[in-house]
């Protein structure tokens, strides 16, 4: 069955640690992001890519960095610069750079300890 | 800059009654597209409806239906008939980039939503 993956879906990092999260998608969609998901604060867009080897930072991009080397995959690192990291991660892919729906992976919940 | 307001924190609706959650938005943009996203406990984000805003006829679901106020920037949803399923965090979503290079979703910060048996 076509869809996203992100793995793990939970983890735990030492402060000082750079930490990566795997997202995975079979749905042959140009286009991928990654979310970070507080209480209250409703989703908000780290980074995003239209096509390989390109992308974008979003709102709240400063500690983090992305690669997109296949059009399958987009990992998030989340550096020890990333004062506060500990939240929810949401990766997302659409079709024709977001024109359409976007379809979500079932998360990694990130704890800093 | 562009936002999507949720003035709704919570709410909460007999099971088999009807509630209707709000949203608005802000953007300069003539042409984009609004979605519904439902969150259970899971945490899976659930694409429930979605409108593309040269569209005058407001979308439906099932269950589902939006009423789109193009003019005073409203995209409101409507849940008929309510079970105890959807009750979940609901998320009114804009993407503002329409034909742009963009593309992203902008999210309002959500309506818990609790349905009582």
């Known amino acids: 069955d076509g869809g996203i993956t992100q793995s793990p879906k939970y983890l735990f990092r030492k402060e000082g640690q750079n930490v990566t999260l795997s997202c995975e998608q079979n749905?042959?969609?140009?286009?991928m992001y990654w979310y970070r998901q507080d209480p209250g604060q409703g989703l908000r867009l780290i980074y995003y890519?239209?096509?390989?080897?390109?992308?974008q930072k979003g709102d709240i991009a400063e500690g983090y960095s992305v690669s997109r080397e296949k059009k399958e995959s987009f990992p998030l690192t989340v550096t020890s610069a990333q004062k506060n990291p500990t939240a929810f991660y949401l990766c997302?892919?659409?079709?024709?750079?977001?024109?359409?729906?976007?379809?979500f992976g079932q998360g990694t919940r990130l704890t800093v300890v | 800059a562009q936002t999507v307001t949720q003035s709704q924190p919570e709410m909460s609706v007999q099971e088999a009654e009807t509630v209707t959650l709000s949203c608005t938005y802000d953007?300069?943009?003539?042409?984009?597209?609004l979605f519904w996203y439902k969150q259970p406990p899971s945490r899976q984000m659930i694409l429930v409806i979605r409108?593309?805003?040269?569209?005058?006829q407001n979308a439906t679901e099932n269950r589902f239906s939006v009423n789109f106020q193009k003019a005073a920037k409203s995209f409101s949803l409507k849940i008929s008939d309510s079970q105890l399923g959807d009750a979940a965090m609901y998320f009114c979503?804009?993407?503002?980039?329409?034909?742009?290079?963009?593309?992203?979703?902008?999210f309002g910060k959500g309506t818990k939503l609790s349905v009582k048996p």
């Open positions: 997302a892919s659409s079709m024709f750079g977001g024109l359409t729906e976007a379809f």
């Open positions: 749905l042959n969609h140009d286009a």
């Open positions: 890519s239209q096509i390989v080897n390109d992308f």
């Open positions: 953007t300069s943009e003539s042409d984009y597209y």
């Open positions: 409108q593309e805003a040269y569209k005058q």
């Open positions: 979503a804009c993407d503002m980039n329409y034909g742009g290079s963009q593309g992203n979703l902008i």
